[in-house]
């Protein structure tokens, strides 16, 4: 199978909200075409993240070799800098095996940074200022960002003050938008998006976090503060690891704590598909076989 164009080197991208069934269609592909799967998820870089997150366990990766999980301590900060270079570095391990990279996750600024090859501005920290955003809500933070950037501010997280406050710095300190795009596309791209009702994937939700509080979900938030994870880092971490911080610090009682977050996750599934919706280089699939056929033609392999 030649995984290379006339000039740049083919891989597959599979986008899509949370409980869509990413992951499993990407081990789909990876068997019929001899594929290697990159994580797209800017949480599953983490270890002990692993029931929260949805990481894909061993037996669901049906042998199938994945890269960037458990890449970095909780403690540390992982940037979309750090993982640009990591995932380009897995792309051409997986290319120099003549084998078929597969992009996959729900982290829009991450899969943007490998398929249009963002330039990350590189602003170092502003103590400073980032003392005087602290000051101010997240709504407040929001706000200003909003003012300073419209386009980032559709697509981030508007409750995490960590992140708003650097993307603020980054705003201001560049004098620029982000992110600002280079010119020249590394590989020959076909997107494809994982499509779902929305009520199918509101029941999806629903059941998926049922499991993984059956599974242990809680446990593992009170073993990662045990280790030293503290619960502004963990709420840092938003969704499941927000509100369980916020369970076991008594914030919330276990009942508010299930409820928000199926609303959470819900509201996180949107705003997933409202950068997604942007790109229209994605073709939204229903079923493994349409999913399978375009591959097939995009690589030159007959399904």
């Not at 981030?156 to 020249?184: F, M, S």
């Not at 059956?214 to 840092?236: D, N, P």
């Amino acid at each position: 199978m030649e995984l290379k164009g006339k000039y740049k080197p083919k891989i597959i991208v599979v986008v899509g909200p949370t409980a869509s069934g990413k992951s499993d269609l990407a081990v789909e592909i990876a068997k019929k075409y001899n594929g290697e799967v990159v994580s797209a998820d800017s949480r599953q870089v983490y270890k002990g993240m692993d029931i929260g997150t949805g990481k894909i366990t061993q037996k669901e990766m049906q042998g199938i070799k994945h890269y960037l999980l458990d890449v970095a301590s909780p403690k540390t900060r992982f940037t979309v800098a750090q993982y640009q270079k990591k995932a380009n570095q897995a792309i051409g391990e997986i290319i120099k095996k003549e084998k078929l990279p597969i992009l996959c996750g729900g982290t829009g600024f991450y899969i943007q940074s490998i398929v249009d090859n963002i330039a990350i501005p590189k602003v170092k920290p502003d103590l400073k200022l980032r003392k005087n955003l602290e000051k101010q809500s997240a709504e407040e933070l929001f706000e200003q960002l909003k003012k300073l950037d419209s386009e980032r501010a559709k697509n981030i997280d508007k409750y995490n003050k960590r992140r708003l406050i650097r993307a603020i710095e980054i705003v201001l300190k560049t004098k620029k938008p982000i992110p600002e795009l280079k010119k020249n596309q590394p590989y020959d791209v076909l997107m494809l998006g994982t499509k779902i009702d929305k009520s199918e994937l509101k029941k999806r939700i629903e059941k998926r976090l049922k499991k993984r509080l059956e599974q242990g979900m809680i446990k593992e938030v009170e073993k990662l503060h045990q280790s030293g994870v503290s619960f502004k880092r963990l709420e840092e971490f938003g969704l499941e690891y927000r509100y369980i911080a916020y369970y076991l610090q008594g914030k919330i009682n276990e009942q508010e704590m299930v409820e928000k977050l199926q609303k959470e996750i819900e509201h996180y599934a949107k705003r997933q598909m409202t950068w997604f919706k942007k790109d229209k280089r994605i073709i939204w699939i229903k079923n493994k076989k349409t999913a399978l056929g375009l591959i097939g033609e995009f690589i030159g392999v007959r399904c």
